[in-house]
C-alpha cells in the first residue's frame, strides 16, 4: 500500500509539472504575439485649421503635431489631399516609438480660389482602430484680381470650328490693373490681350495642329496684382477627332487592401479602326510603379458596330497606403488618332 501511494503521488506530481509547463509556455506565446501584433495610436494636437482671411495667391502653411500615444510603433503610411492645391511633407515609413512626436506640414495654395475655402487631407498609418484621419485646412481667400468667366472652356469642340474664347480680367475698386504680357504654349493655344477701360480682355483659339482628345492647359498673365502677379487661366478642351473617347479620366475611389475595383472606357467611331496595343503607368506616392501588370488588368471587347468598350481593373497589392495617379495609353490603326490617353486617379488603403 504504501508502494503504491508514492507512485500516485509521484505521477500526480509529474502531471502538475507538465500542465505548468505549458502554461507557462502558452503566456510566453501568447506575450510574443500581442507584442507582434502591438500598433501605435495616431494622436494629433488638433485636426483642423483656420487661417481667416488671406490674398489670393498666398501660400498658407500649418504643421500638425502628432504623438503615438499607443502601445507600439507607429508608422505613417500615406497622405492623401482632396485637391492638387496642397503641399504636403512627411517622414513616410519612419517609426514613432511610443511617446514619440512628430509633425505634418501642410502648405495651401490659394492661387485658385476665392470666398471661404475648406480642403481636407488624410493621413493613413498603421493604426487599427483608426487607420484614417482627416486634417482639415479653412480660409477666407479675398481677392485683388478676378477672371470672368475663371476658366477658358471651349467644351467639345472641332478644330476646323476656329472657335475663341473671351475672358475679361478685373481688379478690385480702388486697385489700377496693368497687365504686362501673356505665357502660353503656342503649340496649343493662340492667346492676345488688350486694354479696354479699366479692365483687360483675353482672346483664345486652339491651333489647328492639336491631337485629338482631353485638352488640359493654362494661360499665365503677368500683372501688377502684390500677390497675384501670375494669374492662371485653366484651358480645357475636348477636342473631337474621329474616335470619341469618354469618361475624360477615370476614378477608382479608395481601395482597401488586396481589394480590386473595375471602370470602363467608351470609343466611339464612324470610321474603322482597331485597338492595336493597350498599357499603362502608375505612380504611388510619387514613385514609379514597375510591375504594372500586377495592380491594372486592361481588356477591350466590341460593345457595338461603332463602339469598343475598355474594361480596367485596378487591384491593391501595394505594401503601403498612399495616392495613386497614373494614365492609360491605346494605341489604334487611325491615322490622326495613333494614341489616345485617359488619366487616372485612386486611394490606396
Not at 53 to 70: C, D, I, K, V
Not at 285 to 303: D, F, H, R, T
Request: charged residues 25%.
Amino acid at each position: 500500500m504504501t508502494v503504491g501511494k508514492n507512485w500516485l503521488e509521484r505521477r500526480l506530481l509529474g502531471l502538475v509539472i507538465i500542465i505548468l509547463t505549458g502554461i507557462a509556455a502558452l503566456s510566453g506565446q501568447s506575450g510574443l504575439a500581442s507584442g507582434t501584433l502591438t500598433y501605435g495610436s495616431l494622436r494629433f494636437d488638433k485636426n483642423s485649421v483656420d487661417f481667416g482671411e488671406a490674398f489670393r495667391g498666398t501660400q498658407l502653411t500649418h504643421r500638425f503635431r502628432f504623438t503615438n500615444s499607443g502601445p507600439g510603433p507607429l508608422t505613417i503610411q500615406g497622405v492623401h489631399s482632396a485637391c492638387n492645391c496642397t503641399a504636403i511633407e512627411v517622414e513616410r515609413g519612419r517609426k514613432y516609438e511610443p511617446g514619440e512626436t512628430g509633425f505634418i506640414e501642410v502648405t495651401l495654395d490659394t492661387s485658385d480660389f476665392a470666398g471661404n475655402i475648406v480642403k481636407t487631407v488624410t493621413v493613413i498609418s498603421n493604426e487599427r482602430l483608426l487607420p484614417d484621419r482627416t486634417l482639415t485646412l479653412k480660409a477666407k481667400v479675398k481677392t485683388e484680381i478676378f477672371a470672368d468667366p475663371p476658366l477658358v472652356d471651349f467644351g467639345d469642340v472641332r478644330l476646323k470650328s476656329g472657335d475663341s474664347r473671351v475672358v475679361r480680367i478685373k481688379s478690385a475698386p480702388g486697385k489700377p490693373l496693368e497687365v504686362s504680357g501673356l505665357e502660353y504654349n503656342e503649340k496649343i493655344l493662340s492667346a492676345k490681350v488688350v486694354r479696354e477701360q479699366d479692365d483687360w480682355v483675353v482672346t483664345v483659339q486652339l491651333m489647328p495642329e492639336i491631337p485629338p482628345g482631353f485638352l488640359k492647359d493654362s494661360i499665365i498673365v503677368r500683372n501688377n496684382s502684390a500677390h497675384l502677379p501670375k494669374l492662371v487661366l485653366p484651358v480645357r478642351a475636348l477636342v473631337l477627332g474621329n474616335i470619341e473617347l469618354s469618361p475624360g479620366y477615370i476614378e477608382f475611389g479608395a481601395l482597401a487592401s488586396t481589394e480590386a475595383v473595375q471602370r470602363s472606357v467608351t470609343l466611339r467611331s464612324t470610321d474603322t479602326y482597331k485597338i492595336v496595343n493597350m498599357r499603362g503607368d502608375m505612380q504611388i506616392n510619387g514613385q514609379k510603379v514597375e510591375q504594372i501588370a500586377s495592380y491594372l488588368k486592361i481588356e477591350s471587347q466590341p460593345a457595338s458596330q461603332d463602339t469598343q468598350l475598355i474594361n480596367v481593373e485596378l487591384k491593391n497589392i501595394a505594401k503601403q497606403a498612399g495616392s495613386v495617379r497614373g494614365k492609360l495609353y491605346i494605341e489604334t490603326t487611325d491615322p490622326t488618332q495613333k494614341e489616345l490617353s485617359v488619366d487616372f486617379y485612386a486611394l490606396f488603403r
